[in-house]
């Protein structure tokens, strides 16, 4: 089962909840949400409430999504690029195309799969048995580093880092344009798209606040190599903040309509680095890898 906690805050307030929830929680539908709040599975300020029911401030609305039990994920033996282990966590260089965790059309070959194969039962129960261990996300097309929790102690306190703003997420890009700039930050909310609820865009009801910070590296004749480090860490947030600025990401098929010569895979973004305070140790760890093959490739043709 996996569980999702909100507080409601003043953008939200006189909202549906099956309205609220739909844009907050990925591939939720409001239809799914209503059958949710039917089958009691969701408590607002721990009552049982209707879909009609308007959210108030400080509601605390728990959210109870039973595990699909028509599906199995089951552990793959699928070779992982791990950057460090111990009992606690562990960090996976994960390379583009590779799925995170189960979902629609994906329930194998994912990186859950291979850490199940891995880790065997050592993995965080929090998120669930389509999610375990996952504290954070990156996009099936975004290579990259990335920290998974073994223990639910190990889960919180990770989590807990990426709410304060205090891990640091860095990445690099190649984006369509020359910006100007050397350096600037976007400081702009994004939320699920007002019509297109596949797409998240600063063109929303949902406005979340999301800030990211960008520094050119190199600049090519119709593209700029840059780096993007995340202040906050929405759903797509580089690749939506950098359409937004006018320049978005090569080979971004969701977020650009603009032609490119070079049949990529997917968009050109990678997390090169990751770093965050070790939930036992209370040391400070940093991760940084090498940009992939594809993308060393790509600098030199330009």
Known sequence: MDTYTFVIDDG?????IDVFLSEEIEDLSRNSAQKLIENEKILVSQKLVKSNYKLKKNDFVVVDIPDPVSVDVLPEDIPLDILFEDKDLIVINKPQGMVVHPAA???TGTLVN???YHCKDELSGINGVMRPGIVHRIDKDTSGVLVVAKTNFAHQALSLQLKDHSMKRCYEAIVFGNIKEDEGTIDKPIGRHITERKK???VT????HAVTHFKVLERFSKYTHIEAQLETGRTHQIRVHMAYLGHPLLGDEVYSTRKQPFHLAGQVLHARELGFIHPSTQQYMEFKTALPAYF???IEKM
């Open 114 to 116: 291979g850490l199940l």
């Open 12 to 16: 939200d307030i006189n909202k549906r």
């Open 200 to 202: 998240i865009s600063t």
């Open 205 to 208: 009801n949902s406005p979340k």
């Open 296 to 298: 060393e490739k790509l």
């Open 105 to 107: 059309g994906h329930y």
